[in-house]
């Protein structure tokens, strides 16, 4: 009893706190979402909650307004999603509006994800247990199985994938919460939680990272040339550049980065990311700022000289 009223007290005071922090977020994407695309900013789905009790779970919404006459469930590259709606999947931002439903009392903010009824007639007698706690905003099974939507297939198959795959896998790991249940455990899973949308292992962030990793890569290293060019000029002259190397810093730089691109280029530091650190790397990083330095100085010598 008492874990159910310290539970219920936290839920309440994270809820407005959730509610008052992210308050700028929910009206930046609420604007996207009604500009984007005809439709409520939110959506609205019937879930089975405590005591198979069916409550209206709240998200932002992340398809085209048509999308309720389709499948209730969400497919791979489900066609209905529309873009605004792909980020905020991917992003997880769609929940937010879930603390509505925490501050109401219908969710907490850990507990088994709700479903719809249509899969919970298929729960088996030790599955229904998950019924006797109040759903999450998240749990173990948000956490640890991201994957929900890579699915593809007609209506039926996705349903039916849901129904023999998905729903057994999710409450698997989800009975593993009623054994733990408690406030600090649940203030573990809350930064788990945090820890994999800030990471976003198989998000919309992570795969646009992994796609354009080259064009992050080089405008990364340019930043980062830049800012050591224009450190190098600060520490030299204790901060306070003369106005002739200030002239001289601007009219170089370009030419300094674009050769040390070049020779990073030739040792093939612009490849990928750095996971771990081999001695081979730093000694071609070595060699590409000091044959680098070298080829600025001799230009400058040659060619930019008085």
Not at 138 to 163: C, K, L
Not at 193 to 202: D, F, I, Q
Not at 255 to 274: C, K, N, R, S, T
Request: proline fraction near 4%; charge should be positive.
């Amino acid at each position: 009893m008492l874990y159910v009223v310290s539970k219920r007290a936290f839920d309440l005071l994270s809820s407005v706190i959730g509610l008052i922090v992210f308050s700028p977020v929910i009206l930046v994407v609420a604007v996207a979402v009604k500009l984007t695309s005809k439709g409520p900013v939110f959506f609205r789905q019937d879930r089975v909650g405590l005591n198979g009790r069916i409550f209206r779970i709240f998200k932002f919404r992340t398809m085209t307004v048509t999308a309720a006459n389709g499948p209730k469930v969400t497919a791979k590259n489900d066609a209905r999603i529309t873009t605004v709606g792909k980020i905020l999947r991917q992003t997880k931002l769609d929940e937010i509006p879930q603390l509505l439903n925490v501050f109401w009392g219908t969710m907490s903010f850990v507990g088994p994800r709700p479903e719809i009824p249509a899969l919970v007639e298929t729960y088996t007698p030790e599955q229904k247990a998950l019924l006797t706690v109040k759903p999450g905003i998240t749990s173990p099974a948000t956490i640890y199985h991201r994957d929900e939507e890579d699915v593809s297939g007609t209506a039926e198959e996705v349903m039916d994938y849901h129904r023999k795959v998905l729903v057994p896998r999710k409450a698997q790991y989800d009975l593993g919460y009623l054994e733990k249940k408690s406030i600090s455990y649940d203030i573990k899973l809350i930064l788990l939680t945090l820890l994999a949308v800030v990471s976003n292992e198989s998000g919309y962030v992570r795969e646009k990272a992994v796609k354009n990793r080259r064009a992050l890569i080089i405008a990364a290293v340019a930043v980062l040339l830049c800012v050591a060019y224009y450190v190098a000029f600060l520490i030299r002259f204790e901060g306070a550049i003369p106005d002739y190397y200030d002239w001289k810093l601007k009219r170089t730089l370009p030419l300094i980065v674009a050769i040390q691109f070049i020779f990073l280029g030739v040792f093939g530091q612009l490849e990928g990311y750095w996971r771990y650190v081999s001695i081979s790397d730093i000694i071609s990083v070595a060699k590409a700022l000091v044959l680098s330095a070298i080829a600025m100085l001799a230009f400058e010598y040659f060619f930019l000289a008085g």
